[in-house]
């Protein structure tokens, strides 16, 4: 492990099967916390937690489907057997579709907001109920920047992540007497396996040249904003949102 910053803390890292989840966990765990890493397909997991252990860290694979209660409850009652009640949520689990606000339907509808709002709801809350009884904690959820500012053919994304948003004002508000800090990470277009063709298509290097950076961010940019929010460095902070996305939210009107 190269640091200690994050040092007798133990982490819970939901939708770490891949992309911004499977990053942070092994930030965290290089950071020398303890990890769990939640998700569904815990094939995936179970291949993060061996090599974060091949690394000298420490990490368990915990499958959890956040859109059941039963299985988030179940999930937090392994993460405790195995290592302790979470000092740290890495509240991440997300999906995304894409179609124009006419063509969305149902289903799409309730997937993403399934996931991404009552998921998160739902994970923060039973796993603040142990933070309390625990003595406090420290939540980060994963909000994203088309939860402050719009933008066309990802309605349910941006609607859920606004929600994302206003839920980390509204714990943090009420948490704080229980000693548990609420904050969120806000990314701009952040490079992934999933965003690829995306953004080496017309339309997603048109939407590059918009930012001010000039350029998508890398999983690393995330790493220190991630770092500042999990660890006592943000003792003080609470209810914030933080934007990490090369000026995008700031571009000319």
Known sequence: MTTTLMGGKTVLVTGASSGLGHHFAKVLAAAGAKVAVAARRVEKLETLADEITESGGTAVAVGMDVTERESVTAALDEVAREISVPDVLINNAGIATGAGALDVTDSDWHKVIDTNLEGAWIVAQETARRMKDNGGGNIVNTASILGIRVSA?????????????????????????????????APGYIETDLNEDYLNSDHGQAMIKRIPMRRCGKLHDLDGPLLLLASESSRYMTGAVIPVDGGHLVNTL
């Open 153 to 185: 053919g990802v309605a349910p994304y941006a609607i859920s992540k606004a929600g994302v948003i206003q839920m980390t004002k509204v714990l943090a508000l009420e948490l704080a007497r229980h000693q548990i800090r609420v904050n969120a990470l």
